[in-house]
């Protein structure tokens, strides 16, 4: 997606040669026109796949999220890191190793959002080793829901994610494929589309 990697090459800080940050459009302030563009590729490409809900994590894959739920008119989920007071029985639990917090966190889910006769779209905003799309995928098992496709605003394709879910035969689509971050530029990786 051409605005995408404009964005990032304009507004993206190349931390090291594995993490990128996008701050000011993604992770910390958001462009809300950006998250809407992006609503509205990742809805063109699962259209065909009849998804009933979206499903995402706690914090940064909400907006994205929310975004694509509104173009497809479906509800979006999000899994909690946090057990709260309100959400105590009745979960779908999996445990998720963050790459850039390099610590483990339980992610939950309230089993009364998702059914066997769903089809869901996961989406995230970073994809790295593919450790937060593989806890989402094992909460949609255990509903006995069909995991219909994968979206990811930023893929670093040099990390093995994106060949770990593509392997399970799972429509995964990224916006942004980075091919390599290092001597602190950002390489996309040539076959992105628009
Ligand atoms: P994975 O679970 O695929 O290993 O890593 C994806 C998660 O880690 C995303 O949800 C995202 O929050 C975070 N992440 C991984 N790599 C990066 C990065 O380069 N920059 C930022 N900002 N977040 C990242």
Redesign the pocket.
């Known amino acids: 997606m051409k605005a995408l990697e404009q964005k990032i090459l304009t507004d993206g800080i190349v931390?090291s040669d594995?993490?990128?940050?996008?701050?000011t459009f993604?992770?910390h302030q958001m462009d809300p026109l950006l998250m809407k563009q992006i609503g509205e590729e990742f809805a063109a490409r699962f259209q065909h796949k009849e998804i009933t809900k979206v499903l995402t994590?706690e914090s940064?894959?909400i907006a994205p999220a929310i975004m694509a739920a509104l173009q497809l008119e479906v509800p979006m989920i999000f899994a909690r890191k946090r057990k709260s007071l309100t959400l105590q029985d009745g979960l779908l639990t999996s445990n998720?190793?963050?790459?850039?917090?390099q610590e483990e966190t339980e992610i939950s889910v309230a089993k009364k959002f998702l059914t066997e006769d769903d089809h869901i779209l996961i989406i995230?905003?970073?994809?790295?080793?593919?450790?937060?799309?593989?806890?989402l995928l094992h909460i949609v098992e255990q509903a006995g829901a069909t995991a219909a496709g994968i979206g990811i605003v930023?893929e670093?394709a040099f990390?093995d994610?994106g060949e770990r879910l593509r392997e399970r035969g799972i429509q995964v689509e990224s916006l942004a494929r980075i091919e390599s971050?290092q001597d602190g530029k950002v390489q996309f990786v040539k076959e992105t589309r628009r």
């Open positions: 931390l594995t993490i990128l940050k996008v701050d993604l992770n994590i940064s894959g998720v190793y963050s790459f850039t917090k995230d905003d970073f994809l790295a080793n593919g450790q937060a799309a593989l806890g930023i670093k990390q994610g971050l």
